[in-house]
């Protein structure tokens, strides 16, 4: 198991921008491709962005493309997600989590992934 913590959550316009961090003190990510979920009030988890371990692979759902970016910096032990023209739609407690060993970025498969962080709200006001 990999602790991880995400932190940048917070309430935003409609319009505005956030960016989330999720990072480790205790264990190496970068050996690990990641991904970004979200989960809204009486909604199923899903996969809105995952990166591969070196970052040179991403894929994002058809709903946040254009508007949110994923991104790594592996000597700081941290992914982000860049979320720009935040619309009400985006209001969900966001979580990110460690793909298990054979992950294909892009693959939306909830089970594919094995270690979560705490989540982190984020509210977008209309």
């Known amino acids: 198991q990999v602790h991880l913590v995400e932190s940048g959550g917070g309430l935003v316009q409609a319009g505005g921008s956030l960016r989330l961090s999720c990072s480790s003190s205790r264990d190496p990510m970068s050996v690990y491709d990641m991904g970004w979920f979200r989960q809204a009030p009486g909604k199923e988890r899903e996969l809105v962005a995952s990166?591969?371990?070196?970052?040179?692979?991403?894929d994002l759902e058809d709903s946040v493309k254009g508007r949110f970016t994923i991104s790594r910096d592996n000597a700081r032990n941290a992914v982000n997600l860049q979320m720009d023209s935040l619309k009400p739609d985006d209001t969900a407690v966001y979580y990110c989590?460690?793909?298990?060993?054979?992950?294909?970025?892009?693959?939306?498969?909830?089970?594919?992934?094995?270690?979560w962080g705490q989540g982190t709200q984020v509210t977008v006001s209309s």
């Open positions: 990166i591969n371990w070196s970052g040179s692979a991403t």
């Open positions: 989590a460690t793909a298990r060993l054979g992950y294909v970025c892009g693959d939306r498969i909830i089970n594919d992934f094995g270690s």
